[in-house]
Every structure is written in C-alpha cells, then in structure tokens.
C-alpha cells in the first residue's frame, strides 16, 4: 500500500472515529456518563423542618453508598447533588433551576414538601426531567398524572380517609377539626379530611392555622378551643405540631389529636415529650423496626454500615425512595435516557423485600398502603383499631 493510500485511508478512519464520537455525544442524556449518573436534590436541609430533609438524605445516601460500593448500576456511580432550600419555596425555585441548568443533572429526587414541590413543578414540567420520590401525600402531584412526576408514597387523601374511618368506626367521633399549616400543604391535608367526612356525612368543626416555619400556633389554638372538636387532625411539620399539643393539653384542651406522616414521626415526639403520648399518626412506610420484612432488615444493616445513624420512618422512606430510584436505572438498561427511566418507572411492578411498588401510566403513585401507630412511652406503637 502506497503511503497516499496509507494516509486516504488514516483520514477516512479518522473521519469515522470523530463522526462516531459525535454521534455518541448527541445522543448521550444530560447528567449521564458512562461512569456516572447525576441525581439531584433540594430539601430541608437547616431551619425547623431540617430533620426531614437531613434523615431522607440519610436513608437515600445509605442506599446508594451501598450500590456504588458494588460497581454502580450498569456500571455507573451514583452521584447525589444536593441543595438546602429550609423548606422555603423561593428557595427551591433557585436551587432546582441549579440543578437543571449548571449542574445538569440527570433525575430530581427526594424533594421535602409541598409548598416547595408546588413551586418548582412548572420549571420540573417544562424541563421535562424526571421528578422522583417528593416527600408530600399532596394530590397536585397525582391528578392529573404528570409525566415526569413519580410518587412512592400514599397520598395525603389516603391517610385522611383512613384516620376519619378509624375514629367513626372505632370510637364513634363525629366532630372532627384540624390544625394545619397556612399554605399548600395545609391545604392539601384539609382537603383530604374535608374529602372524607362528605364520604361520612360529617361537616370540619372548627380549624386552627400556623404560619409554615414557625411556631406561632395560639390563634389556631384558640380557633379549636372554641369550636371544641372531638379529635383535631393535625397537618404540620414537628415542631409546631409538637408546640400545639403542648400548649393544648396544658391549657385543659383535650380532644383526641392525630397526625399524619409527614410530621416527621420520631422528632415530634422528640418536641413534644410526654404530651406525645396518645397521639395517632398514619404512616405510609411499614415500621423501621421491623426486622421481620427484608427490605426493613436491609435497610438497618445499610444504616449501620453508613454511620450508625438512627432508625425511624423518614430515613426508612428515603433508603426506600433510593431502591425505587435505582431499580428503575437498572431495568432502564445500558443505554440509560429520560425516556428509558420514565419508561421503567411506568412498567414497574416490583417486590422491593417484601414492599410491593407498582406503577402504570394512568398512575404514577407506588405504594396506596397505611400503617396507623399510636404513641405509647415515647415510641410509635403500631396499632389495628383505634
């Protein structure tokens, strides 16, 4: 072969190798190497609903540490980006658009609350970034179904029927009000119990409202003494709702009060101490402490090979988040785009260790399921009747 021949020939595979190249990167997903994959998250990570964002990160890091430590899935890393928005909307606002436009991630995920999902849905939706595992029952994010958005808890309509079934069926109450947080998410939890008394022919007695980060619950305390309810249904973060039943039972108010799941279960009852006890809350997780499932099981040795952090539901929830997350890369394949992610989610129908998850296109909600518990000496007593 002559050396003209020889260097036709260099240019023309050269010229294959660049096109290939160039091909490959146009096709390549944004946050995704062959390497890496770029997960991220903005949450209360500081101000008074910090222990729900720091113990999801927690359960979800514990997780992925243990996937990465094994090779990754398809041979990519996980790398969790993740943001502190005190659970404040503005500031998830600008911390989501960091995520999709400087750090390009490939997934948002583990997001805490409603106010905050609420904000960042129209930037998530136009994006069209996969939008997985918000810590809110909130029913925004389930009807319609929205594309990108994939929940792994019950809803906050699922807990409020299932605590206003509970307390006509097994105690006979019939005058219900509630102590909510003056926003979204307030509103998404009265909207559930108004919801469900209709279904019982029942009116709310009496609501009580705080303003979201704070602990100025006196108005709303006084809101409820007056209309005297049989059981007040809280919707709250901990340290308010923990201030109210203080500040309720010693003032001699004493209806029978509830919460549900998102209160942050094991820190309420940290703030509350022994005005804790005899308090209901729903849970959407199966209890931490129950070695007997195999996801539980694994998800307490995980913790304790992360840091020996503490157990309860919200890291529970975050380690079962960060299971979903990665069993949808998995089932994705190799070749790994939005499209394929979103795809596997919609087709998923897994045993997680004894969780069932399941998702269609018609319903991006993975678990339906509710665990009632009752505090009783400081620790969340599962319970069957009320």
Same mark, same amino acid.
């Given at each position: 072969?002559?050396?003209?021949?020889?260097?036709?020939?260099?240019?023309?595979?050269?010229?294959?190798?660049?096109?290939?190249?160039?091909?490959?990167?146009?096709?390549?997903?944004?946050?995704?190497?062959?390497?890496?994959?770029?997960?991220?998250?903005?949450?209360?990570?500081?101000?008074?609903?910090?222990?729900?964002?720091?113990?999801?990160?927690?359960?979800?890091?514990?997780?992925?540490?243990?996937?990465?430590?094994?090779?990754?899935?398809?041979?990519?890393?996980?790398?969790?980006?993740?943001?502190?928005?005190?659970?404040?909307?503005?500031?998830?606002?600008?911390?989501?658009?960091?995520?999709?436009?400087?750090?390009?991630?490939?997934?948002?995920?583990?997001?805490?609350? +409603?106010?905050?999902? %609420? #904000?960042?849905?129209? *930037?998530?939706?136009? =994006?069209?970034?996969?939008? !997985?595992?918000?810590? $809110?029952?909130?029913?925004?994010?389930?009807?319609?179904?929205?594309?990108?958005?994939?929940?792994?808890?019950?809803?906050?309509?699922?807990?409020?029927?299932?605590?206003?079934?509970?307390?006509?069926?097994?105690?006979?109450?019939?005058?219900?009000?509630?102590?909510?947080?003056?926003?979204?998410?307030?509103?998404?939890?009265?909207?559930?119990?108004?919801?469900?008394?209709?279904?019982?022919?029942?009116?709310?007695?009496?609501?009580?409202?705080?303003?979201?980060?704070? +602990?100025?619950?006196? %108005? #709303?305390?006084?809101? *409820?003494?007056?209309? =005297?309810?049989?059981?007040? !249904?809280?919707?709250? $973060?901990?340290?308010?709702?923990?201030?109210?039943?203080?500040?309720?039972?010693?003032?001699?108010?004493?209806?029978?009060?509830?919460?549900?799941?998102?209160?942050?279960?094991?820190?309420?009852?940290?703030?509350?101490?022994?005005?804790?006890?005899?308090?209901?809350?729903?849970?959407?997780?199966?209890?931490?402490?129950?070695?007997?499932?195999?996801?539980?099981?694994?998800?307490?040795?995980?913790?304790?090979?992360?840091?020996?952090?503490?157990?309860?539901?919200?890291?529970?929830?975050?380690?079962?988040?960060?299971?979903? *997350?990665?069993?949808?890369?998995?089932?994705?394949?190799?070749?790994?785009?939005?499209?394929?992610?979103?795809?596997?989610?919609?087709?998923?129908?897994?045993?997680?260790?004894?969780?069932?998850?399941?998702?269609?296109?018609?319903?991006?909600?993975?678990?339906?399921?509710?665990?009632?518990?009752?505090?009783?000496?400081?620790?969340?007593?599962?319970?069957?009747?009320?």
């Amino acid at each position: 072969m002559g050396a003209s021949v020889r260097a036709t020939a260099s240019r023309l595979f050269l010229s294959l190798i660049l096109a290939t190249t160039a091909t490959f990167a146009a096709r390549a997903e944004t946050g995704v190497t062959a390497t890496e994959v770029l997960v991220g998250m903005s949450n209360a990570q500081s101000g008074p609903a910090s222990a729900l964002g720091t113990k999801l990160k927690a359960g979800a890091q514990a997780y992925f540490a243990k996937v990465n430590a094994a090779g990754g899935v398809h041979g990519r890393r996980i790398k969790l980006v993740s943001y502190d928005d005190g659970y404040e909307p503005d500031r998830a606002v600008a911390m989501t658009g960091k995520l999709i436009d400087e750090d390009k991630v490939f997934t948002l995920f583990g997001y805490v609350g +409603t106010p905050t999902s %609420s #904000a960042v849905l129209p *930037l998530v939706s136009k =994006a069209g970034i996969p939008y !997985v595992a918000p810590f $809110t029952g909130a029913e925004l994010l389930r009807t319609p179904v929205n594309r990108v958005v994939f929940n792994v808890r019950a809803s906050y309509f699922d807990e409020t029927e299932a605590m206003v079934e509970r307390l006509t069926r097994d105690l006979g109450v019939r005058k219900i009000g509630v102590f909510i947080q003056d926003d979204a998410y307030g509103n998404a939890g009265k909207a559930g119990v108004m919801r469900a008394l209709v279904k019982n022919n029942l009116t709310l007695v009496g609501e009580g409202k705080y303003k979201r980060n704070t +602990t100025e619950i006196d %108005s #709303a305390l006084a809101a *409820l003494k007056q209309a =005297a309810p049989e059981a007040v !249904v809280m919707v709250g $973060t901990y340290k308010a709702c923990a201030a109210f039943v203080k500040q309720a039972r010693a003032a001699g108010f004493r209806p029978r009060f509830l919460n549900v799941s998102f209160v942050g279960t094991s820190d309420f009852i940290k703030e509350a101490g022994a005005d804790a006890e005899g308090v209901y809350i729903t849970q959407v997780m199966p209890s931490p402490d129950d070695a007997a499932l195999p996801l539980v099981k694994q998800y307490q040795a995980d913790m304790k090979a992360a840091d020996g952090a503490e157990t309860d539901y919200t890291s529970l929830e975050g380690y079962l988040d960060a299971v979903v *997350l990665v069993e949808a890369l998995r089932k994705a394949g190799p070749g790994l785009t939005r499209a394929s992610f979103i795809g596997a989610l919609e087709g998923m129908q897994a045993d997680l260790g004894g969780v069932k998850v399941e998702y269609s296109p018609r319903s991006h909600q993975g678990l339906k399921g509710i665990f009632h518990t009752v505090v009783r000496g400081g620790r969340p007593v599962p319970v069957q009747k009320y």
